[in-house]
């Protein structure tokens, strides 16, 4: 790729196949009995969500949404945008948020607020990355793979500019430390 020297490897695919395989034991020991909704936030978490229901051997289900706040623009705008909302009913389910990145935290605040606004059995919210020295609002996260430093991270389904969601690692662009 022409980029490549730019990128740096923050998270290499071994240190991710790693971390995906703790959260599934995490998740499996937690929801193996509740027939789970698992619910992917597009675009970012596609290949994370992918990973890791591949990871858990009971029966679980799968919806996406698709929420965007950042443009092209590297800071959130503040304004989270549903531009395509669920398919499958939340009410009574054991529901499971899976996101890329906690960064600013207003996305993923929205989505929970917006889902147990519809009565879940339960909801928790599993992260592959937490970047908390950017947080806006409060956010618990309950299954965290990395603590991320204030870098702008690409890879493995997030982008920059709908750049880079197709890296195997997760990277930081080198001009930014
Ligand atoms: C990114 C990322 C998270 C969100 C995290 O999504 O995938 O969903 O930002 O940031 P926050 O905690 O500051 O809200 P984005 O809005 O860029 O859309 P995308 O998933 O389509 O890339």
Do not use: W
Not at 16 to 21: F, K, L, P
Not at 166 to 174: G, P, R, V
């Amino acid at each position: 790729m022409t980029y490549a020297a730019k990128l740096k490897v923050l998270f290499s695919r071994s240190d991710i196949a790693c971390t995906v395989g703790r959260l599934a034991s995490e998740i499996s020991r937690d929801y193996r009995d509740k027939n789970p909704l698992l619910i992917g936030i597009l675009k970012g978490s596609f290949i994370f969500l992918a990973d890791l229901v591949r990871e858990l051997d009971f029966p679980l289900e799968v919806d996406f949404v698709t929420l965007s706040s950042y443009g092209s623009a590297r800071e959130s705008c503040g304004q989270v945008k549903m531009l395509q909302c669920l398919r499958t009913d939340p009410c009574g389910r054991h529901v499971l948020v899976v996101e890329d990145i906690v960064d600013s935290g207003l996305t993923t605040s929205f989505l929970l607020e917006h889902i147990r606004k519809q009565n879940p059995a339960s909801l928790k919210l599993c992260a592959l990355s937490d970047k908390p020295s950017r947080r806006r609002t409060p956010v618990r996260i309950d299954y965290l793979g990395f603590t991320v430093p204030d870098v702008f991270i690409v890879g493995y389904g997030t982008d920059c500019n709908e750049e880079f969601r197709n890296l195997a690692d997760i990277c930081y662009l080198e001009e930014e430390v």
